[in-house]
């Protein structure tokens, strides 16, 4: 059920490469949280240069021009190692996926409790309990 936003510098990455980064994405929540191949909701969003800011040394990082903000809506019932585990995989297959540098991705884990997240057909199919995964 997580939502994934990864908010890109326009023209940085060519259509393979958002795939890739799409892919990362899907995978991340796999390994670091065992959840199914099939929980994939993923968008990515191009800015221009005067629409995306990210400090260029902040927290002691080197951020370049590849720099990106990733956003994932994750239930708010995840404890901090569920946390720790999708942040690490996140940035681990990125850099894989993208060939960018680990300090290019910021992650901004956003906490939804499981009852507002609609699958579809305007039903909130986890309002009644957690899901199994």
Known sequence: MPVFNAHVPADRFSPEQKRAL?????QSLVQGLGIPEGDRFIMISEHGENE?????TFMGMRRSSDA????????????????????????????EAL?????????????VPNENFS???GELQ????????
């Open 119 to 121: 699958f579809g057909r």
């Open 52 to 56: 995306l800011f990210l400090d260029p």
């Open 99 to 111: 060939g960018v540098s680990p300090d290019d991705i910021f992650v901004a884990l956003i906490p």
């Open 68 to 95: 990106m903000i990733i956003t994932v809506l994750l239930g708010a019932h995840r404890p901090l190692e569920d946390k720790r585990a999708v942040a690490a995989a996140i940035n681990k297959l990125v850099v």
């Open 126 to 133: 986890l309002a009644d309990g957690a899901p199994r995964w």
């Open 22 to 26: 799409a892919d990362a994405l899907n």
